[in-house]
């Protein structure tokens, strides 16, 4: 009575239920049964305290074994919901992985014991890692789709590369794939959903959004999230679309429209949408009683509605199964689910001195000697010295050399291409940025690889995550750092957590640039913040601060080859000042990670700093210098996070006095770890406390008489450093 789900993926050779033979409906219905029974095993398993969460895909088995069905793992790519098993079963994901996640074994192939059951994974299957945000995995499926298609289109850049992040991420791609995403209705609601469908549409991407409409998330209704109620009506003016609006619990009318769907994607002609009507039985989850908002009158009507019981009558109606063989069907199912069960609960637990691994690339170091690398002697023209280059030039010749040097990287964001009409690039010069630092990209490399987004930081930021997941290198821009919030969602649910929570079997390795801080005079409130210290709290990512042009460079060259996500931040006061200016140092120069400089020796006390209270800090030095006979010892951390801990103590050591300073507010900053890990580690070598610099805890004002009252001037600076002196 067993019949491999491949078969089912060809066509059946009887024709009597649209298309499909008598042992291919057993097959649906065994595979949605089972669905069921590894639902109700673990609702017993988490009753017996076995299991520690549940949630059941219980009434969406219709739609989702359909999904699964209709598409080829392995070759499409999947981003599920958290309660997607019948659409994980149908891909293939044995009974026993989905219990080994549900015991939090260290064998759970998805996770190694570190996420919920029913968060799915599986390198090889194509099913991506999934978290429990509702619709950061749209945007995923997106620029996972548009990676497809950029590697149909350039695939030599698909080509295996050593010596850099390419060297950990082989490259599989085909013309015709289609990238299916799920989602309740409830989902829709978050802008999330509508930036993809606004990028899907527009790049008429094979993306297929599922929508697994079960009336309710948790305990709110269809027509609170929805107006009018019904999503079908609200998306169907989107161009490119082929939409499909379907009773979802059942599996036939939903195999149908899954395979109509495909086949637009598959020939090119833009994205698809499935909006399955299905049922809820199961309460939103083990820690939810929809009886306590749902009448009884409803929860009735949608029982009736039941896929499971449903489909087993029409097994029985249509003379395909006995109940007899029913039952049979179904103890071998029940044993199956059980056997899974208890050999999971056998499985070994995961080791509590392997929770830091995978947090970074286990492959690649960014903070290793391959990344320590000279400057290039400065070019002559003429017998003359170039003069040297500032922030900007050098962070736009980095951009330059490495597209170059690298066809997986793609540049996009707000502003960010020369011109999105390119007729119009025949007669003027481009925009390349509000601060000109992607200025040619595009002119140089093409509109496929350099290009305008949405004006939608989340968008930016969600559709890296897929694009850096088939192993492309996305450098995306934000076009200042005051407006990264509507991303901070995708940064630190999504892009920085992916390699963790899969325990390495995913990675984005995305690079965020962001210009960043104030000093500008007239930047108020909304072009001036800092906040590094919110990205340093966030551990997967890297967070990156130059100084100067040089280190910018450096630093931007190995945050572009390296395996992780990096968040750059550039100073925007730094862009064009005459301080930090370099010749440029040639298209392989790469600063390693984690290693300060000392960019002003001295034996008197330590100042540890970075980004722009570099130059303060030395024109303090200087001054404390010349009227008080101190010398200051500069370091420059350089980068954030991962931070040169030896470079302070040792520095530390030998002034035994310290000021960390910092142009973001005092409280709650950035320096104050840094100030409290030296309070901490080298207690024993301080002669006076350790002193913090920043601005005040407000924000930063449009006059410059308050601007520089906010913000640390090089005249505080030189206050502490000689109060410091005191002691
Ligand atoms: C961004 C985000 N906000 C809130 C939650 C908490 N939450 C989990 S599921 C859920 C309801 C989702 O409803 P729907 O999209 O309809 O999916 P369903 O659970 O009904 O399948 C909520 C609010 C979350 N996981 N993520
Ligand atoms: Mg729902």
């Not at 029913?118 to 999934?130: K, M, Y």
């Not at 009409?421 to 925009?431: D, I």
């Not at 440029?584 to 790469?590: K, L, N, R, V």
């Amino acid at each position: 009575m067993e019949l491999a789900v491949s078969a089912l993926r060809g066509s059946g050779t009887e024709t009597a239920y649209d298309g499909l033979s008598a042992q291919q409906l057993i097959e649906i219905y065994r595979l949605m049964f089972l669905s069921r029974r590894l639902d109700d095993r673990e609702i017993l398993l988490k009753r017996q305290q076995k299991i520690y969460f549940q949630i059941s895909g219980a009434g969406h088995e219709a739609l989702q074994v359909a999904a699964g069905l209709a598409l080829r793992p392995g070759y499409d790519w999947f981003f599920p919901y958290y309660r997607d098993r019948g659409l994980c079963l149908a891909l293939g994901v044995t009974p026993e992985e989905m219990m080994l996640q549900s015991v939090g074994a260290a064998t759970d192939p998805a996770s190694g014991g570190r996420q919920m059951p029913t968060h799915w994974s599986s390198p090889a299957l194509h099913i991506v890692s999934t978290s429990s945000c509702t619709g950061t995995q749209i945007l995923h499926g997106v620029g996972c789709a548009e990676a497809g298609r950029y590697f149909s289109r350039h695939p030599e850049a698909g080509a295996k590369h050593e010596g850099d992040y390419r060297a950990f991420h082989d490259v599989s791609f085909h013309g015709d794939e289609v990238s299916l995403v799920c989602l309740g209705e409830g989902a829709t609601s978050e802008g999330e959903f509508w930036e993809a469908m606004n990028t899907a549409s527009n790049g008429k991407l094979p993306v297929l959004f599922c929508v697994e409409d079960n009336g309710y998330a948790i305990s709110v209704p269809v027509e609170v999230n929805t107006p009018g109620g019904n999503i079908s009506r609200i998306v169907a003016n989107f161009p490119n679309f082929h939409f499909a609006e379907i009773d979802g619990t059942d599996p036939v009318v939903c195999l149908r429209a899954f395979k109509a769907a495909a086949e637009h994607c598959r020939a090119g002609r833009g994205p698809a949408f499935v909006h399955g009507h299905c049922t809820r039985p199961y309460s939103h989850s083990l820690s939810d009683d929809d009886k306590l908002y749902r009448s009884t009158a409803e929860r009735e009507a949608d029982a009736l509605r039941d896929p499971i019981s449903r489909m087993r009558e029409r097994l029985i109606h249509e003379g395909i199964l006995s109940e007899a063989q029913l039952a049979d069907l179904e103890r071998s199912v029940d044993r199956e689910a059980e056997e899974a069960a208890d050999r999971a609960l056998q499985a070994p637990l995961p080791r509590v001195e392997d929770i830091p691994r995978n947090v970074y690339s286990e492959d690649l170091d960014p903070c290793g000697p391959a990344f320590a690398a000279k400057p290039a002697p400065p070019a002559e023209d003429g017998g003359k010295t170039v003069p040297p280059k500032t922030m900007v030039e050098l962070i736009n010749s980095c951009l330059h050399d490495e597209m170059n040097r690298d066809p997986r990287i793609v540049v996009y964001g707000e502003d960010v291409a020369d011109a999105s009409r390119e007729q119009a690039l025949a007669e003027v010069k481009g925009k390349g940025g509000v601060f000109k630092l992607t200025s040619g990209l595009q002119t140089r490399f093409g509109s496929d690889r350099v290009f305008n987004s949405p004006l939608a930081e989340a968008n930016i930021v969600g559709r890296a995550v897929g694009y850096a997941l088939r192993g492309m290198k996305p450098v995306v821009e934000i076009q200042f750092f005051d407006y990264i919030w509507p991303a901070m969602h995708q940064i630190r649910n999504e892009l920085s957590v992916l390699r963790w929570r899969s325990n390495g079997s995913w990675a984005a390795p995305v690079v965020i640039r962001a210009p960043i801080g104030g000093y500008i005079s007239g930047g108020s409130i909304y072009h001036s913040q800092s906040g590094e210290s919110i990205f340093t709290h966030i551990p997967g990512l890297r967070v990156v601060f130059p100084s100067n042009a040089l280190d910018a460079n450096g630093l931007l060259r190995t945050a572009i080859r390296c395996d992780d996500p990096v968040l750059f931040l550039e100073h925007k006061r730094l862009y064009r000042e005459a301080y930090g200016r370099a010749p440029y140092p040639g298209p392989d120069f790469t600063i390693p990670f984690g290693k300060a400089k000392i960019v002003r020796p001295g034996a008197d006390l330590t100042l540890v700093t970075y980004g722009a209270l570099v130059p303060r800090a030395l024109q303090a030095a200087e001054q404390a210098r010349r009227e008080h006979g101190i010398e200051t010892e500069i370091l420059d951390l350089r980068t954030l996070s991962p931070y040169d801990w030896e470079a302070i103590a040792e520095s530390v050591r030998k002034t035994n006095r310290v000021i960390v300073a910092q142009e973001d507010m005092i409280s709650w900053g950035y320096g104050a770890e840094i100030a409290a890990r030296i309070a901490s580690d080298l207690f024993e070598d301080l002669d006076a406390p350790v002193k913090r610099i920043g601005s005040m805890d407000t924000f930063v004002a449009y006059q410059p008489i308050l601007e520089d009252a906010i913000l640390p001037q090089p005249s505080e600076i030189l206050k502490a450093i000689v109060d410091l002196r005191r002691y």
